[in-house]
């Protein structure tokens, strides 16, 4: 995938929700890192894996316990109406509610979720395959 430059750097970078380099060592990273803003992962699934962890960590330790807190804390780096949008985007893929409690240990809740969360972030539908090996990987 590193040489397509027909889709977007989430996408290239195996990393479909643009989780940005923090120093973290996540699993499954390319052992060359040549993307200085966003990490980049090895496959999808340990793309989808990475976001599954953050997830979790946001509605555990962070208190973002509901859809609309889960999104706000992930697209805080974005404008309140880019921000707004990307929450209705998300709602209207998934046919939840903005208020709707999150459990980051629900596959039936968290693999549409980050679905959604990447095909807004990529403009394209997730492979849910690929999603759900992430899936299995975050829980195994």
């Known amino acids: 995938m590193t040489g397509q430059t027909n889709t977007t750097r989430g996408l290239r970078n195996c990393n479909p929700l643009n989780l940005r380099r923090t120093g973290k060592l996540w699993q499954g990273l390319r052992a060359c890192q040549t993307d200085r803003t966003y990490y980049q992962f090895e496959n999808m699934a340990w793309g989808y894996r ?34 707004s949008l990307y929450l ?4 209207v893929l998934t046919r939840f509610e903005k208020d709707d409690k999150i459990c980051p240990f629900n596959a039936q809740q ?8 990447s095909r807004v972030e ?10 759900a090996r992430g899936w299995v990987l975050y829980m195994g």
Do not use: H, Q
């Open 88 to 91: 209705r985007r998300v709602c």
């Open 50 to 83: 990475a976001a599954f962890v953050v997830a979790r960590i946001f509605v555990t330790c962070r208190g973002c316990d509901t859809l609309e807190k889960l999104v706000a804390r992930w697209t805080s780096g974005l404008g309140a109406y880019e921000a």
């Open 122 to 131: 990529n403009g394209k539908p997730a492979n849910s395959v690929e999603v």
């Open 110 to 117: 968290m693999i549409p979720l980050v679905m959604a969360m």
